[in-house]
Nanobody
Framework: QVQLVESGGGLVQPGGSTRLSCAAS????????MGWYRQAPGKQRELVAT???????QYRDSVKGRFTLSDDNVKNTVYLQMNSLKPEDTAVYYC?????????WGQGTQVTVSS
C-alpha cells in the first residue's frame, strides 16, 4: 500500500503563484509515474502533470509554460510549482501515483484563484 500526503494550495490571486507537494510513503517501488490531477466543480477529473521515474514529464496544454513538476526521489516527493495562475485553474488538486499496476490517490487539496 501507498499513502500520499499533500500540502500546499489555498487562495491565490490571479497571476500569483503557489506550490503543491505530495509525499509518498509505504511500499515504494522504483518504477512509477507520479503527479497531479484536478477536478473543478461539475467537471471531470483531468490530468495536470505527471513525471516518471526516468524523468519524463507530461503536461496538459493549458498549463504548459506556467506549471512545473519536479520530484525528489530520495524523499519520494513531487512538487508542482504553479505560476501565472488563472481563475480557471481553480479546482481540487489530487496527487497521483502509479506503481506495480496500481493507482493511488491523495485526499485532494483545494486551489482557488480569485481576487
Amino acid at each position: 500500500q501507498v499513502q500520499l500526503v499533500e500540502s500546499g494550495g489555498g487562495l491565490v490571486q490571479p497571476g500569483g503563484s503557489t506550490r503543491l507537494s505530495c509525499a509518498a510513503s509505504g511500499t515504494i517501488y522504483s518504477i512509477y509515474t507520479m503527479g497531479w490531477y484536478r477536478q473543478a466543480p461539475g467537471k471531470q477529473r483531468e490530468l495536470v502533470a505527471t513525471i516518471t521515474n526516468t524523468g519524463g514529464t507530461q503536461y496538459r496544454d493549458s498549463v504548459k509554460g506556467r506549471f512545473t513538476l519536479s520530484d525528489d526521489n530520495v524523499k519520494n516527493t513531487v512538487y508542482l510549482q504553479m505560476n501565472s495562475l488563472k481563475p480557471e485553474d481553480t479546482a481540487v488538486y489530487y496527487c497521483y501515483r502509479h506503481q506495480d499496476w496500481r493507482d493511488y490517490w491523495g485526499q485532494g487539496t483545494q486551489v482557488t484563484v480569485s481576487s
